[in-house]
């Protein structure tokens, strides 16, 4: 038999099944492209009532546009609010960013457009503990799942964790008054500017 340092000097051979960590990145952001085609075809073939999606650029699948209609029965009824999602390339396993392009007042959408809202929070436990980790990001969300979430926020705001504090303290305080005339005028722009 050989000497056994023979053995020692050997390095081990990759695990199997397993390709290096370059070649694992690029097949997540051919799976991510894939998934994001994929979502993109079925929200065409089938939309979803209350909002509509594409991509901002057509060579660019991670970044989307999509339209909001603002939900009937509340105070956003009537707005086309415009706003962006960009996914990052190893989506599914970390959430969007969304930002709203179009002027709205809402608890739980920065000043800056910033849309914070659960399901797009990175995934795992909450180091506030105000969320559960299911309550967060999880792969199995969808563009369609996300939307569905924005516009229930929309509905029914979260005054807990508000993102805008000012519009959360209106929404408290004086929902009729204040808070409901500033959503109007916002709505009134997002009809003006909805289809520039």
């Known amino acids: 038999p050989p000497p056994a340092s023979s053995f020692a000097a050997a390095s081990p051979p990759p695990p199997l099944g397993l390709p290096p960590r370059a070649e694992r990145g690029r097949m997540t952001e051919l799976q991510s492209a894939l998934l994001l085609r994929r979502q993109l075809a079925e929200l065409n073939k089938n939309p979803v009532e209350g909002f509509s999606a594409g991509l901002i650029d057509d060579n660019d699948l991670y970044r989307w546009e999509v339209l909001i209609i603002g939900p009937p029965d509340t105070l956003y009824e009537g707005g086309v609010f415009k706003a962006h999602l960009t996914f990052p390339k190893d989506y599914p396993l970390r959430p969007p960013k969304m930002k709203f392009i179009t002027e709205i007042w809402h ?21 506030y503990g105000y969320e559960k980790p299911e309550e967060r990001w999880l792969p199995i969300h969808t563009v369609e799942t996300i939307m569905i979430s924005v516009i229930s926020m929309l509905a029914d705001p979260n005054g807990d964790s508000p993102a805008n504090v000012d519009a959360a303290k209106e929404w408290r305080e004086d929902r009729n008054g204040e808070f409901k005339r500033k959503v109007a005028r916002c709505v009134r722009k997002s009809q003006e500017t909805a289809f520039e």
């Not at 608890?107 to 909450?126: A, M, Q, T, W």
């Open 107 to 127: 608890p739980n959408v920065d000043k800056n457009g910033d849309v914070c809202i659960s399901i797009l929070h990175e995934p795992g436990e909450d180091k």
